[in-house]
């Protein structure tokens, strides 16, 4: 498929989610009515390149990434819990700590995927809701803790929609192997081709 289409299959989910917004999904309702349909139908993820419940001691992951190896843990909460994001604001990109001040529910979550992601040698995690994401370095090798790191924010799908090209390359199998924006998030500036 093209780029274009992913941006269609997320315009049919938005209006689809308008039409049957439910705040009570539980969070496999919640992955499976909206999470899967964004991954695999929007960012061209294959669900051979997913492990949905991987099991390390005990613990479980929603959603791991491989391409080929592990490259991305995403947790997934029910649609209910919302994360109280800064409101207003036109920035995307916020210090990880200063998204704990009001809302413990997003400390929780991050410290859960830091603890997901750091178990298993995994660079980046994101938390979500089904409609918000917060994207993160949650694996460091350069001496800065992943908590003072940076985290980009989606507030909805509409918001997502809207900067669906971002998105894309922070999500997308194409655009987490191209790694740019991972050393965007890792605070590496990436140089201009010359002309």
Do not use: H
């Not at 009570?24 to 919640?30: F, G, K, L, M, V």
């Amino acid at each position: 498929m093209e780029f274009d289409e992913y941006k269609k299959n997320l315009a049919s989910l938005i209006e689809w989610n308008k039409q049957f917004d439910s705040k009570d999904r539980n969070e496999a309702t919640t992955r499976f009515q909206l999470i899967d349909k964004l991954i695999f139908k929007c960012l061209d993820w294959k669900e051979e390149n997913c492990i949905a419940e991987e099991a390390e001691d005990n613990q479980y992951t929603d959603y791991t990434f491989l391409n080929p190896n592990r490259i991305m843990i995403i947790e997934a909460k029910r649609e209910g819990v919302y994360f109280e994001l800064p409101l207003g604001l036109k920035r995307r990109t916020y210090k990880i700590d200063s998204l704990f001040e009001k809302d413990t529910k997003i400390r929780e979550a991050i410290e859960q995927v830091l603890k997901y992601c750091n178990q298993r040698g995994v660079t980046i995690g994101s938390v979500t809701n089904g409609t918000q994401f917060i994207i993160f370095i949650a694996s460091r090798n350069d001496g800065i803790s992943p908590l003072d790191g940076k985290a980009i924010v989606y507030d909805s799908l509409d918001d997502i929609y809207e900067n669906f090209l971002q998105f894309w390359q922070f999500m997308s199998v194409s655009g987490i192997s191209d790694k740019k924006k991972k050393k965007e998030l890792l605070g590496i500036s990436v140089p201009l081709l010359p002309a």
